[in-house]
């Protein structure tokens, strides 16, 4: 039976949320206050949660800022729930890494449609990972294909098919050839561990290029670089922190 934690401060809404989750063969696992929310799905790893942005001690963007920095718990499906839908709320939330928001009140229908979606898309992608070699602990080579799992979809991407990546906060755009990005829920420095060194190299905090892609290179007189990649539309520009390894690996 698949697991749903539910945290919200309403009794009344939390009961009665839980008593529908019961109905339709879920386990409900509910919490009043963000805290006690964020300790049990740590604890516990429920399927899906299911948060209200406004609790009495920390807010539903807190938590899951706070669980999108845990390997063990970044990739469960979250939604939000809410009373109001503004647009600057929701680009917060999808910025966070949000999967979806609900509004109150809660209509039956709609939040278990939007769980089933969650948790189907998860299943799915889950089991083409098993398919991809994908090994964390051994950097990869240029010929191996990578799991990308973007949308709720799964794609099979070849490395050497990479253009660069670019950090979005706990997110990457993953730029490939054919001007297609996906947006990946994984954090920079993980790409920079596993990627091959003889093609990938680290050229900002933020940005990662892959050299069989570099189209032309401008010396900066601050000792820095303008990139220009094959199939992407803009310079990146690489720090003084990591200029010095770009040096090295492609002018000597």
Same mark, same amino acid.
């Given at each position: 039976?698949?697991?749903?934690?539910?945290?919200?401060?309403?009794?009344?809404?939390?009961?009665?949320?839980?008593?529908?989750?019961?109905?339709?063969?879920?386990?409900?696992?509910?919490?009043?206050?963000?805290?006690?929310?964020?300790?049990?799905?740590?604890?516990?790893?429920?399927? /899906?949660? @299911?948060? +209200?942005?406004? =609790?009495?001690?920390? %807010? &539903?963007?807190?938590?899951?800022?706070? *669980?999108?920095?845990?390997?063990?718990?970044?990739?469960?499906?979250?939604?939000?729930?809410?009373?109001?839908?503004?647009?600057?709320?929701?680009?917060?939330?999808?910025?966070?890494?949000?999967?979806?928001?609900?509004?109150?009140?809660?209509?039956?229908?709609?939040?278990?449609?939007?769980?089933?979606?969650?948790?189907?898309?998860?299943?799915?992608?889950?089991?083409?990972?098993?398919?991809?070699?994908?090994?964390?602990?051994?950097? /990869?080579? @240029?010929? +191996?294909?990578? =799991?990308?799992?973007? %949308? &709720?979809?799964?794609?099979?991407?070849? *490395?050497?098919?990479?253009?660069?990546?670019?950090?979005?906060?706990?997110?990457?755009?993953?730029?490939?050839?054919?001007?297609?990005?996906?947006?990946?829920?994984?954090?920079?420095?993980?790409?920079?561990?596993?990627?091959?060194?003889?093609?990938?190299?680290?050229?900002?905090?933020?940005?990662?290029?892959?050299?069989?892609?570099?189209?032309?290179?401008?010396?900066?007189?601050?000792?820095?670089?303008?990139?220009?990649?094959?199939?992407?539309?803009?310079?990146?520009?690489?720090?003084?922190?990591?200029?010095?390894?770009?040096?090295?690996?492609?002018?000597?």
């Amino acid at each position: 039976m698949e697991t749903v934690l539910f945290i919200e401060d309403d009794k009344a809404l939390r009961e009665n949320f839980g008593k529908i989750l019961s109905l339709n063969n879920y386990y409900p696992i509910l919490a009043e206050t963000g805290e006690m929310g964020l300790r049990l799905a740590k604890k516990i790893l429920p399927d /899906l949660i @299911i948060c +209200d942005i406004m =609790l009495p001690d920390i %807010d &539903g963007y807190q938590i899951l800022k706070e *669980l999108s920095q845990t390997k063990e718990t970044q990739t469960i499906p979250f939604i939000f729930l809410t009373a109001k839908a503004e647009m600057e709320d929701l680009r917060k939330g999808m910025n966070l890494g949000a999967d979806d928001y609900l509004t109150k009140p809660i209509k039956t229908k709609e939040v278990l449609q939007a769980i089933r979606l969650r948790l189907d898309k998860k299943i799915k992608v889950n089991e083409m990972a098993a398919d991809i070699k994908q090994d964390e602990n051994q950097q /990869l080579s @240029i010929e +191996d294909s990578i =799991l990308i799992s973007s %949308d &709720g979809k799964a794609h099979s991407v070849n *490395l050497n098919e990479i253009i660069c990546i670019i950090s979005a906060g706990v997110y990457s755009n993953i730029n490939i050839i054919n001007n297609k990005v996906f947006l990946v829920r994984k954090l920079i420095k993980e790409w920079e561990r596993i990627l091959p060194e003889k093609c990938f190299i680290r050229v900002h905090r933020t940005a990662i290029i892959n050299t069989n892609h570099i189209k032309s290179i401008e010396k900066s007189p601050n000792h820095t670089f303008r990139i220009f990649l094959k199939d992407f539309d803009r310079a990146i520009i690489s720090s003084h922190k990591f200029s010095k390894r770009l040096r090295e690996k492609l002018f000597q």
